[in-house]
Nanobody, 115 residues
């Protein structure tokens, strides 16, 4: 049974930083594409950042230059370093893993940025 568990969310002032972590249980973590998505109240879930199994990355336009996604295959963990946070970054952040169409989501972690 695959599970994704996010951590690291919280309340931060605008301009501050947070680092989110997502641990994936199960085997073959290194073969999975991993991603972070977010959903603000009343809005659709949107892509924040992706990292492929070979380490290629892609970012949503609103976070480019501020957020960095990385992975540690030895720890089955993907990270999201978030700098220069803005109030509009406030959302529930979800971790996703995907391989050959098999998709799993975490339960989400709340990030709140105060102005």
């Amino acid at each position: 049974q695959v599970q994704l568990v996010e951590s690291g969310g919280g309340l931060v002032q605008a301009g501050g930083s947070l680092r989110l972590s997502c641990v994936r249980s199960g085997s073959a973590f290194s073969f999975n594409h991993m991603g972070w998505y977010r959903q603000a109240p009343g809005k659709q879930r949107e892509l924040v950042a992706l990292i492929t199994s070979v380490g290629s990355t892609n970012y949503g336009d609103s976070v480019k230059g501020r957020f960095t996604i990385s992975r540690d295959n030895a720890k089955n963990t993907v990270y999201l370093q978030m700098n220069s946070l803005k109030p509009e970054d406030t959302a529930v952040y979800y971790c996703k893993s995907e391989r050959f169409g098999n998709i799993y989501w975490g339960q989400g972690t709340q990030v709140t940025v105060s102005s």
